[in-house]
């Protein structure tokens, strides 16, 4: 099933302390790539989970699926840590031209894979899962408190996008789109937003797939306070790189429009206007 056929499809998998989930994840992607109605063939697909040196057996983990056939492989970061870099390191050593980001906690349903990776193509560059679609439930589970800081998170980003659920990490990029962007914030766990902004996504470009956001079973989540100042800081950097030229021309118009005022009330107070009337 792995190596000989050429990659088209990179499937990209943040882990930490994930090694409960991992091969039930794994199995369950190429189970569904292996469906005779799969619009994409499982051997043009790799997946790459990128962890950070959770040393909790998932490298072993990993091993025994690639002997078992499956085309995937493990990236152990040791000098780095966080969400956004680890997807940022897993596009950047990606074969495929369709690159998708997902989970490793079973939140983000693995039979999803095939259909996400297909809606990628040259004309619809982004693809994203999202929990604002028809017939979704949005995060039915989760806590009253969750449900709130994600509401939130979402209306402060409106300004920024047209898309419904910028807040998803279960998304797609085509490589030509992520090489485009520059100066991505690798910090924190919102780089579908980044990628959205800084790889100038046009909203026709934008494929959306509502899905319904899965209850973790295996592990902890990873979202603590400190995750939630880094969106803000992230956001605050987003709004500057979008709206700064237009708040300079603002200013500038604002300057002339006060000087032009300024110079003909001068004018009309000096003596020489005076004698006129
Ligand atoms: N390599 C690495 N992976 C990480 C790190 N922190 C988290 N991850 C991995 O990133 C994925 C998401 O982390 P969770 O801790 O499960 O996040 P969550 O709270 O369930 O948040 C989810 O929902 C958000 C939408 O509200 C999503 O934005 C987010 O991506 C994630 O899907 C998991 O696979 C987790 O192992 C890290 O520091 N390093
Ligand atoms: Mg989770």
């Known amino acids: 099933m792995s190596g000989r056929q050429t990659i088209h499809y990179s499937v990209i998998v943040p882990a930490y302390r994930e090694n409960g989930n991992i091969r039930p994840l794994v199995t369950r992607i190429f189970e569904a790539l292996r ?79 095939p259909t996400m990776l297909a809606a990628l193509s040259p004309s619809s560059t982004f693809v994203l899962g999202t929990r604002y679609g028809p017939g979704v439930e949005m995060d039915k589970d989760w806590p009253v408190h969750r449900r709130i800081i994600s509401a939130g998170a979402r209306i402060l980003a409106l300004p920024l996008t047209s898309a419904s659920d910028p807040m998803s990490g279960f998304f797609g990029i085509r490589k030509e789109s992520f090489l485009k962007a520059r100066g991505l914030n690798s910090q924190g766990f919102k780089i579908a937003l980044d990628l959205l902004i800084k790889a100038n996504i046009p909203a026709d470009a934008i494929a959306e797939v509502p899905f319904s956001f899965g209850v973790r079973s295996e592990g902890e989540s990873k979202l603590t306070g400190k995750v939630m100042i880094k969106y803000l800081e992230q956001l605050a950097e987003l709004y500057w790189y979008k709206y700064s030229a237009l708040l300079v021309f603002f200013i500038i118009i604002v300057v002339v429009t006060l000087l032009v005022l300024a110079r003909s009330a001068m004018g009309s107070l000096s003596p020489e206007s005076q004698h006129k009337y």
Not at 52 to 70: F, I, K, M, P, T
Not at 86 to 112: I, S
């Open 35 to 113: 469906r005779l109605d799969s619009p994409v063939p499982a051997d043009q697909v790799e997946v790459i989970i990128v962890d950070d040196n959770s040393r909790d057996g998932s490298a072993e983990n990993v091993q025994s699926l690639q002997q078992e056939g499956y085309n995937v492989r493990i990236i152990v970061r040791t000098m780095e840590r966080g969400l956004s870099s680890a997807v940022v390191r897993g596009f950047q050593e990606a074969l495929g031209d369709n690159m998708l980001c997902m989970d490793a906690d079973l939140q983000h349903p693995p039979e999803y894979v």
